[in-house]
């Protein structure tokens, strides 16, 4: 086994910073077979992973950071709304939701940077609501790795639409075999 | 279940097209502990995914195309080798690879385009030397899904090297559930 990269705030902002555009890459313009398209009743389209990142931008990843900077464990952050994005994204266009993810982003590591964190700051803790204690870096490394997350559902939902079309080769298309543990 | 959507040549140029830019996006300046980490022996990093797509423009997709145009089922597709990457990327830097990728790419689909496909011919016959007899439009959406299903392996290996870091997050972050079936 490798040895497992260890929190660095540089390189951990070096992944946030490049999802917008990432997103942008593969989804502007596609047409909508692939963008609204989900994996079954109850399940995310990449028009509805983009929404959920954005509410993500504007009421969770920041905010606990500042909650665990000014109270620590005393105030459990608040619960994340894994659904809010099903109402809110509901009147715009992929085209806006993947610009108001890319401004918000910008701005949130904007606000990040502005916080100069030390590698002392990088421990403080912070109660989750049902984790329990966790540290400011594992609050930052997981905004990384959610992005990741998302990029691995969405790349699954794209896929999925393909499931049929690709006949016998699905077996051998390792994303169809994922069982949907991204969702 | 959602229907699933049928091959169309347009849409899946659409997702072709857009890979390059979406790597590109996601990789190029990211830090080596990225890009040039894997899951553990005999797995692939990211710099080892680019070098395989590289592979797979140069030997496969057009390549098979071609045979089944030309032999249809009487000459079977040569066998993908897919290790040559590791030998061939050897003295590249992620940069020439991505470069790479982009301009191989951009040949192969111009030369789709230029085959000037229509629908009767989606059904046309090849042979595969392990799944046996495959068509035309399969052989296409399996390009397309194979783009796919390394953008899910990309993200998989990358989250991987932050496993320890996001500490007791990791039971909510679907992406370090996969078990691998990308590889």
Redesign the interface.
């Known amino acids: ?2 040895t ?5 705030l ?2 951990t902002i ?2 946030l910073t ?1 999802t917008p ?2 997103l ?4 502007r ?3 909508a ?2 963008v609204r ?5 109850d399940t995310w389209s990449a028009f509805d992973i983009v929404g959920h990142l954005i509410v993500g931008e504007r009421t969770d990843w920041m905010a606990r950071a500042r909650i665990i900077l000014e109270n620590g464990e005393a105030r459990p952050f608040d619960p994340f709304d894994r659904f809010a994005q099903l109402k809110e994204s509901q009147n715009k266009s992929l085209e806006q939701l993947l610009d108001d993810f890319a401004r918000l982003r910008r701005e949130n590591l904007a606000a990040l940077q502005a916080l100069n964190l030390q590698a002392k700051d990088f421990g403080r803790r912070g109660r ?1 609501p049902a ?2 204690v ?2 400011l ?3 930052l ?2 905004w ?3 992005d ?2 998302h ?6 939902v ?12 699905s ?8 069982n ?4």
Not at 4 to 8: A, D, G, I, Q, V
Not at 151 to 156: F, G, N, P
Not at 158 to 169: E, K, L, N, S, T
């Open positions: 086994m490798a497992l990269t260890e929190f660095n540089d390189e070096a992944v490049r555009a990432t942008d890459a593969l989804l313009g596609l047409p077979s692939w398209s989900n994996e079954g009743r989750h984790l329990g966790v540290t870096s594992q609050l490394a997981t990384a790795v959610h990741l997350t990029v691995h559902q969405l790349s699954r794209m896929a999925h639409q393909y499931r049929d079309a690709v006949g016998p080769w077996a051998y298309l390792g994303v169809l075999q994922c949907g543990h991204s969702s």
